[in-house]
């Protein structure tokens, strides 16, 4: 199983988040927001233009928009 970021998972795919280096602040947030290492989640849509990602917590089912740059801290293997 190959690692990769989030910005290289394939729509649908489901992942395991491996670890989360987008700074304190970020970190933070995105745990707030449901994302921590050994959560599986998913790439459920991309927005145009470079726009943030859309990715679903498998857990609980939520769906969170996650800027690129936060994306590509996000270090995920493939299951």
Known sequence: MANMTLLEVELTAPVKVLDVKCGCGMSRNLACLGI????RVSV???APFHGPI???????GANIA???EMAAG???EAE
């Open 54 to 60: 859309l990715v679903c917590v498998e857990s609980t």
């Open 66 to 68: 996650v800027g690129r």
């Open 44 to 46: 459920v849509r991309r």
């Open 74 to 76: 996000i270090s995920v």
């Open 36 to 39: 921590h290492a050994g959560d």
